[in-house]
């Protein structure tokens, strides 16, 4: 199986398009506050 | 994990997929060791290794019911057992069952004698009552489980110095089949461990979710957001490069490659970058775990799990990483219950790995109808989320829900037949365990990283892995498995 050419993949940049800020963002945010809730459940139930 | 793999040059289309062989060979594992609670002993011919100075003595069959086999007979009949069934494997995923049984036997016997060689007294023995019983005045204390280690080494010198050797073994070179069917192996197993702390189990358990956020949604855009913008990569590299390191490595590159319809050279690329990076992993983070959080055993295994990239190298990990922690309790007087480490590990991996196939659809869904709407090209399809479905997790949920039925079933007097034949059973997924650690030393070969290109990629992969990834992983295993102890040995 050839490789792909690595200078073409790491060549001229691609714009970040709105759609993929969007999927950074959402991701994050979301991972974030779950993460919150989570440690927030993990102190009210503490592992025994 | 989904279902894809790395690539093994087939000779035929595959007639299964490799998950469904594992789950056929785990499940039939399973269902042969539960025979001994019926009074037949199905399992007993299989090779066991104990930790030696007098060589001739190490080996020896799982039960006393085979006695006419003695050591070398039932590494003989192991061998033998599982060439043949493995090859029959080979042939049902389309490789040559004659290529595949003779490469296999070469794996087989390079493994087997690392593990032998790690059981050697002076590598294995760990308390000073140990040393005492040996007769050996020093040892490294590595359990015999730094079988593990040497297994890996072992690999790894064949890839990187014989690579025309590795070359010839690379039809039975499959860690990914390999620790598929010892996993499905591993959920008995962790059913009877955990069954006597259900308590403690279902709160680790559900401390395991954490993981799947972590990978997902903090991960995973961190690193898209650092190969788009600090390394300039196109979005074909960057998603599978994302996955690769958050997600869980090979399988996830590879999936995630599939669902925004990258050229299929690309996650092989990016896979043979994490199986090196996982060596590495494999070899220095739990020496880590060993030196500063000996204190805390499940925050070391749960690191082990979301710091660690693919389940064959995360497994690897947490078994070595329990045997050092370990060690280093017992030298210390403190001799915690065996398989809680890697139980919370396995846990942590199979959680991360359940979602891959939501998030392929997910990108699926963003690049072809955002970022890429070709005319004409096919859409992201919800079906994708269960053909993306690591199916083999289904085989390790059946085993662990059977086995914990059984041991919640039974009374005092059984669960005692039923422990041991699960040990049994968990004597071929230390066997399993050894064949994967092998065959990922086999796979890293060192000189990819000095090819051409391969610099930035590889310059990326490690700011993200040990840059953030590794450190963010300890800090969230920290959170919630902190002061929590596997019990003690009885």
């Known amino acids: ?23 950074i963002g959402w991701s994050l945010g979301a991972g974030l506050a779950l993460l919150a809730l989570l440690v927030i459940i993990n102190r009210f139930i503490p592992l025994n | 994990m989904s279902e894809a793999t790395i690539p093994v040059q087939a000779a035929a289309p595959p007639r299964l997929s490799e998950d469904l062989v594992a789950v056929g060979l785990g499940l039939g594992v399973f269902v042969l060791a539960l025979l001994s609670l019926l009074g037949a002993d199905a399992l007993g011919w299989l090779v066991t290794t104990s930790v030696w100075t007098d060589p001739s003595t190490s080996l020896a069959p799982a039960s006393k019911a085979y006695p006419s086999l003695g050591g070398v007979g039932s590494l003989v009949v192991t061998y033998l057992v599982l060439t043949a069934v493995l090859s029959a494997s080979a042939y049902l995923l389309g490789d040559d069952i004659r290529r595949f049984a003779i490469a296999f036997s070469a794996v087989f016997a390079i493994a087997y004698a ?13 308390t000073p009552a140990d040393q005492a019983k040996f007769g050996v005045s020093w040892s490294l204390k590595l359990t015999n489980e730094g079988g593990f280690i040497v297994a890996l080494l072992a690999g790894l010198v064949i890839a990187n110095l014989l690579p025309a050797f590795a070359d010839r073994l690379k039809s039975a070179v499959r860690p990914e089949l390999y620790i598929k069917i010892a996993i499905v ?3 008995a197993f962790i059913a009877v461990t955990m069954a006597s702390k259900l308590t403690l189990a279902s709160s680790l358990m559900l401390r395991g979710l954490a993981a799947i956020v972590e990978a997902y949604l903090i991960y995973w855009p961190i690193v898209y957001l650092i190969a788009r913008k600090g390394f300039g990569f196109s979005r074909e590299l960057s998603a599978p490069l994302a996955s690769g390191v958050s997600i869980c490595g090979v399988a996830a590159a590879i999936a995630t490659g599939g669902a925004i319809r990258a050229r299929p050279q690309v996650p092989v690329l990016v896979s043979s970058l994490v199986v090196v990076f996982a060596v590495i992993e494999v070899l ?6 060993q ?89 992201a399809r919800l079906v994708e989320i269960w053909e993306r479905f690591p199916k083999f ?32 059973a968990n004597v071929l997924r230390v066997i399993f365990f050894v064949l994967t650690f092998f065959s990922i030393g086999v796979m ?20 993200s892995l040990f840059g953030f990834v590794v450190w963010v992983g300890f800090v969230i295993s920290w959170l919630f498995f902190a002061g929590v102890k596997p019990p003690l040995a009885s």
């Open chain 2, 185 to 187: 192996i591993l959920g």
């Open chain 2, 284 to 289: 220095i983070l739990p020496v880590i775990a």
């Open chain 2, 393 to 424: 997790i289904l085989g390790f949920a059946a085993t662990f829900l059977l086995a914990l039925a059984l041991a919640l079933g039974t009374t005092a007097g059984s669960s005692g037949k039923l422990a041991a034949a699960i040990g049994e």
């Open chain 1, 1 to 23: 199986m050839p490789k792909p050419d690595l200078r073409e993949a790491t060549g001229a940049p691609e714009p970040l398009l709105p759609i993929e800020k969007k999927l």
């Open chain 2, 444 to 463: 890293s070969n060192f000189r990819q990283l000095w090819q051409d290109g391969f610099g930035k990629l590889a310059a990326l992969y490690m700011v």
């Open chain 2, 114 to 126: 690392s593990w032998f060689v790690g059981s050697w007294a002076h590598l294995a023995a760990v």
């Open chain 2, 291 to 379: 030196t500063f959080m000996s204190q805390e055993p499940l925050v070391a295994a749960a690191w082990m799990g979301l710091a660690v990239k693919t389940d064959g190298a995360a497994l690897a990990a947490g078994g070595i990483a329990q045997s050092l922690v370990q060690a280093k309790a017992a030298a210390e007087g403190i001799a915690y219950q065996p398989g809680w480490m890697l139980a919370v590990t396995a846990t942590v991996k199979v959680f991360i790995d359940v979602f891959i196939g939501v998030w392929a659809f997910i990108l699926a869904y963003i690049w072809t109808n955002h970022i890429n709407p070709r005319v004409g090209a096919p859409k």
